[in-house]
């Protein structure tokens, strides 16, 4: 008999396992690496005395299904029995948002919303790990949709907001020598994201075709970490206007534009609003949704 209980950090790993079907993909879902999904499953494994997952393929063993099934199922009352426990609130929204746009966007507007007669309070939370609507986690998440990334399952309503061009980003002083050509702008240190495909695929847009980059300067993992990192004068990163705006406003940040060759407005993807489409006509998701698309609207007219 067990005397106790697994970490929940590791049944978490594992039911997103589960549900996505690899450890990689869990990984993703949970906004960590795959080395730590990795270690959640052994050590879940070493525990039970029993292999949950096929290396191989990825694929529950016999005894993973069963036992997935089960904590699938005591996740989701976990949730519920939280979500009660909570003291009523009719007038509160839960919304999540990628960190980036929440820092430098939506905390600037979001007090226009919260201001008027009749608006819910909202609880605003900054992450990279998607909700799971169907557990009640949010009840409304905000982030930046890559092109080609998977679309939304199908009980969630996705609705595109804006679809902003990035341009290249530096601090004045990193600017010491013109910039001519896009070899130049190529040749400055670049600061990464969370991989180099963002780059790549800008710069193949401007007619780059070398498919490869220099060394990278550093690689943060979020837009506002990058561009932290180029306020600061390491280097040059990939920004949009919703991201950027305050800092070239106030000098921070100068867009990087060669003199003898123009730049080609390149969207990489655009941000969203996304709930459970069972909610999608919610009076106070509506609200929010509707007043939010307004807001992103009218900043987008304005550039």
Not at 131 to 138: G, V
Not at 144 to 153: E, K, L, N
Request: with cysteine; aromatic share 6%; net charge positive.
């Amino acid at each position: 008999m067990l005397t106790h209980l697994p970490p929940f950090a590791a049944l978490r790993a594992f039911d997103q396992v589960g549900r996505t079907g690899g450890i990689r993909k869990a990984a993703e879902a949970l906004g960590v690496s795959h080395a730590i999904v990795s270690r959640h499953i052994s050590g879940l494994e070493e525990l039970l005395g029993v292999a949950l997952l096929t290396r191989k393929t990825g694929a529950l063993t016999e005894a993973g299904r069963a036992y997935h099934a089960r904590i699938t199922a005591a996740i989701a009352e976990i949730a519920a029995a939280t979500q009660a426990a909570k003291p009523t609130r009719g007038d509160g929204l839960t919304i999540w948002c990628s960190p980036g746009f929440a820092l430098h966007w939506l905390t600037r507007h979001l007090p226009d919303f919260a201001s008027g007669r009749q608006r819910p309070m909202i609880d605003l939370r900054s992450t990279d790990i998607e909700p799971d609507f169907d557990r009640q986690e949010a009840d409304g998440d905000i982030r930046y949709h890559y092109d080609g990334a998977p679309a939304a399952g199908k009980g969630v309503r996705i609705e595109e907001l804006a679809r902003p061009p990035v341009f290249p980003v530096a601090a004045p002083q990193l600017l010491t020598r013109p910039v001519v050509t896009l070899a130049d702008l190529r040749a400055l240190p670049l600061i990464q994201e969370a991989s180099d495909s963002e780059w790549l695929l800008w710069l193949r847009a401007q007619g780059d075709t070398t498919g490869q980059l220099p060394p990278h300067v550093a690689r943060y993992g979020q837009s506002h970490l990058a561009l932290a990192a180029a306020r600061a004068g390491q280097g040059v990163a990939l920004a949009n206007h919703f991201l950027a705006a305050e800092d070239l406003a106030a000098g921070r940040l100068v867009r990087v534009v060669p003199t003898d060759q123009p730049l080609l407005p390149v969207a990489l993807g655009a941000y969203v609003f996304r709930c459970a489409r069972a909610r999608a006509r919610d009076p106070q998701i509506e609200r929010f949704r509707s007043w939010l698309r307004a807001a992103v609207a009218r900043e987008a007219i304005s550039l």
